[in-house]
């Protein structure tokens, strides 16, 4: 058996989820999971589930206690896990290894891990510096343990580098864009390019002639505009700070309110990093990054609670209406994903209902059945498709790591 092992690092966790393969094509989803609290050895946990192995099946779950200094010890660990659980011939098994990156700077592909794309990933942590230094980890953790196996790196920012100029510059003196690489890159592209996909598939269109919005709605949140399966606006930019309110994340607002702050309350730049990323958001107006207790707190009468979902409801429209325009009024489906777009019938129907003038019309009963599985959620006389498709980071990478992977070793052979 072949096996595509995706990989996500965190500073103080690696994330795993194994596909099958056969050939240039993948199978089923098997084994996943991660390692939690990394460098903690006496608290270093590493939790897997694997599906039944036949329909009506319970899956197998597991939560162990494994100690784990560092990434390459974690890496060891999966390794050492799996050959005792699920394939004792596992290291031979896997053909490639794909890695979520965030950050690519202008790479618009997947590319195979060489001394000159690893330095554009190290290059590239100035822009992410609580991503690519961890994605940096995986990646030296897994080339030790599956030495000679292809190493591929997926970028977040990939899908979005189609966009034109006018669309990712910033208005900034030019030469801090020559000099320091500072432009709208966007993030969450792997979502963005699996849910273009999926959508076309629905709307029995090839993705060169689907135009949609697509909402990746989670904790973190982000819109992107894409014309015939090509990205030509989103709402993240520089960093994923900007755009939607979010979690923790202000999105958002005039540049000179970061100076004000600054001025008025003392805050150095890490301080006001921290106070925008991580204490901003609805978690700063309502005193919770759920959406799920906001919009409890709103049901309640809780003035901040239904401020903050007014404003996380009212932007997302806001975006909607603005690629659109971007997309010339030819919109064939707005797609809803990710935590809360997947499962809140209710947030959707804030966002949807409004929009009807605009040739969204959004069918209630649809609409309320639709959580946590595909489906179409607007009314058969619908100018535009309203849907619903849940997303799959790890499947996308792993089909991308495949034909890179899959690439390289052609070429090698020839």
């Known amino acids: 058996m072949q096996r595509v092992l995706v990989l996500n690092a965190g500073s103080s966790s690696l994330k795993f989820k194994l596909f099958t393969a056969a050939g240039t094509s993948l199978g089923e989803a098997g084994l996943g999971g991660q390692f939690d609290r990394i460098g903690d050895v006496a608290n270093c946990t590493l939790k897997a589930s694997q599906p039944g192995a036949a329909p009506g099946m319970k899956p197998r779950k597991w939560e162990l206690k494994v100690p784990a200094q560092d990434h390459v010890g974690a890496m060891k660990g999966i390794l050492d896990f799996i050959k005792e659980n699920v394939s004792a011939t596992f290291a031979s098994e896997v053909v490639a290894v794909g890695h979520r990156i965030v950050h690519g700077l202008d790479l618009s592909q997947p590319v195979l891990l060489t001394p000159s794309s690893t330095a554009t990933i190290k290059q590239a942590a100035v822009l992410a510096p609580l991503h690519n230094p961890p994605g940096l980890q995986g990646i030296e953790a897994a080339t030790e343990v599956f030495s000679g196996v292809p190493q591929v790196a997926v970028f977040d920012t990939a899908f979005h580098q189609t966009m034109p100029p006018h669309a990712y510059m910033y208005g900034l003196p030019y030469e801090l864009y020559e000099k320091h690489k500072i432009r709208r890159y966007g993030f969450h592209g792997t979502s963005h390019k699996y849910l273009v996909e999926q959508a076309a598939a629905m709307l029995g269109k090839p993705v060169?002639?689907?135009?949609?919005?697509?909402?990746?709605?989670?904790?973190?949140?982000?819109?992107?505009?894409?014309?015939?399966?090509?990205?030509?606006?989103?709402?993240?930019?520089?960093?994923?700070?900007?755009?939607?309110?979010?979690?923790?994340?202000?999105?958002?607002?005039?540049?000179?309110?970061?100076?004000?702050?600054?001025?008025?309350?003392?805050?150095?730049?890490?301080?006001?990093?921290?106070?925008?990323?991580?204490?901003?958001?609805?978690?700063?107006?309502?005193?919770?990054?759920?959406?799920?207790?906001?919009?409890?707190?709103?049901?309640?009468?809780?003035?901040?609670?239904?401020?903050?979902?007014?404003?996380?409801?009212?932007?997302?429209?806001?975006?909607?209406?603005?690629?659109?325009?971007?997309?010339?009024?030819?919109?064939?489906?707005?797609?809803?994903?990710?935590?809360?777009?997947?499962?809140?019938?209710?947030?959707?129907?804030?966002?949807?209902?409004?929009?009807?003038?605009?040739?969204?019309?959004?069918?209630h009963a649809a609409n309320d059945t639709a959580v946590g599985r595909a489906g179409v959620i607007s009314t058969p006389g619908s100018r535009v498709q309203l849907l619903v498709i849940p997303t799959d980071e790890e499947l996308s990478i792993a089909e991308q790591t495949l034909q890179v992977a899959k690439g390289a070793l052609g070429a090698a052979a020839a």
């Open 208 to 363: 060169s002639d689907t135009n949609v919005i697509t909402c990746h709605l989670g904790n973190g949140s982000s819109v992107a505009a894409v014309r015939g399966g090509q990205c030509v606006d989103t709402s993240m930019g520089l960093t994923p700070l900007e755009g939607l309110l979010m979690g923790t994340r202000c999105g958002d607002m005039d540049p000179a309110v970061v100076l004000h702050i600054q001025n008025q309350c003392g805050l150095n730049v890490k301080e006001t990093d921290t106070l925008l990323n991580k204490k901003s958001g609805l978690l700063g107006l309502t005193g919770s990054n759920d959406l799920r207790a906001v919009i409890e707190g709103a049901g309640k009468g809780e003035l901040r609670s239904q401020l903050g979902l007014d404003m996380f409801t009212y932007r997302v429209r806001k975006y909607i209406g603005a690629y659109t325009a971007a997309l010339d009024g030819k919109v064939d489906a707005v797609v809803f994903s990710a935590g809360i777009g997947e499962n809140s019938p209710f947030i959707r129907k804030l966002i949807a209902e409004p929009l009807h003038a605009m040739g969204m019309q959004l069918d």
